[in-house]
């Protein structure tokens, strides 16, 4: 009998991020066959039966199982969230030893599957787990995605949308570098609707530079600030990774300020980092380089050179 081609995802790591995303996929009937796996054998399971109960309200039929990493041999993308995560007050770069050690075995176990899909990672340090998946998966750099600062991007674009009192897909902005402290927005670049954020600057009295200094130290630290209040953050991240699904499987080619790596892009080598990207079904098709100021040119190589000494004593 003729099977039809379905498209397979596996998430490693049934926590807060992964159930997010799993929850989101499902309600926005992304793909056929959703694998869920973890080290905790009973959550991920635990998490295969609820979301189970859910299917009859789906969009469209899918099929969710927890599994093994056998089931990543046919898999289209295996999204990485697993791992452990900032507790109040640390930053993403203290996890690196930990998550590092972690990846390091979860990528093994799933290359020996056979898989020869696309990678996408969440789990933090994101930037130097992305360089770690890529080494240790020796697939190519296009089929190495990690989230990067996608998130970000969308915390801006909800922000200024606030701000401006307009729909946020109006809201043409970015945050670009390492995804946490050392990120920065690209003023220079940022359109809200048609017009620059410069010229609205200029003729609108109640617009004020500082607002938006605000707002970006505001999104730079969102995450403390919701960790503090819940414990960690999930939803926001759970949606930006089904954002780039899509743009992967639906073969979008669209523009997500992921995090790739470059090679001679904005001046800088061997280095996975948030930068605009087209994305399609070959994974990154292109990393875009836009024209950035003087300023930002220089705290685009700050945040490499922060994440490149990060990674120094664990690659
Ligand atoms: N890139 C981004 O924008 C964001 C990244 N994150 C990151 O995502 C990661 C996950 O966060 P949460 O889901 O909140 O954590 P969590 O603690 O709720 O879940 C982590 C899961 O990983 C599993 N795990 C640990 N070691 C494993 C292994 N060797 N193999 C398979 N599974 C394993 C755990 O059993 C647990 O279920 C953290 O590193 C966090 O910082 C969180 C939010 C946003
Ligand atoms: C935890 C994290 O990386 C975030 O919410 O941005």
């Not at 992304?30 to 998490?47: M, S």
């Not at 004020?208 to 600030?225: M, N, P």
């Not at 001679?264 to 990154?284: F, H, L, M």
């Amino acid at each position: 009998m003729h099977k039809e081609k379905v498209n397979r995802v596996v998430v490693v790591g049934t926590g807060a991020v992964g159930c997010s995303y799993a929850y989101s996929l499902i309600n926005q009937g992304v793909v056929e066959e959703l694998v869920l796996i973890d080290v905790n054998e009973a959550k991920a399971e635990g998490e295969a039966m609820d979301l189970n109960h859910g299917i009859p309200f789906a969009p469209s039929p899918i099929q969710v199982w927890s599994g093994s990493y056998e089931d990543c041999g046919s898999a289209d993308l295996v999204v990485i969230t697993a791992g452990l995560a900032q507790k109040p007050g640390e930053t993403r770069l203290q996890l690196v030893e930990k998550n590092t050690k972690i990846f390091k075995e979860i990528v093994n176990n799933i290359m020996a599957s056979g898989f020869n899909g696309i990678f996408l990672v969440a789990t933090n340090p994101v930037d130097i787990l992305t360089y770690v998946t890529w080494k240790e998966s020796g697939l190519p750099k296009e089929r190495v995605i990690g989230s990067g600062t996608v998130l970000d991007t969308a915390r801006l674009r909800f922000a200024l949308g606030q701000y401006f009192n307009v729909d946020t897909r109006n809201v043409h902005a970015a945050i670009i570098g390492e995804h946490g402290d050392t990120e920065l927005p690209v003023w220079s670049r940022t359109m809200i609707g048609m017009e620059h954020i410069d010229t609205i600057l200029k003729y609108k009295e109640d617009i004020k530079k500082e607002s938006l200094d605000d707002i970006f130290i505001h999104v730079r630290d969102a995450a403390y600030q919701i960790i503090e209040r819940k414990g960690a953050t999930y939803y926001g991240i759970g949606m930006s990774l089904v954002r780039i699904t899509k743009a992967i499987l639906n073969n979008e080619n669209s523009i997500l300020t992921v995090s790739a790596y470059l090679n001679g892009e904005y001046g800088q080598e061997d280095v996975y980092i948030g930068v605009p990207a087209k994305i399609n079904r070959s994974g990154i098709q292109e990393v875009i380089e836009i024209k950035l100021n003087d300023q930002e040119q220089e705290q685009f190589q700050r945040s490499v050179s922060i994440l490149k000494e990060t990674m120094k004593p664990v690659i």
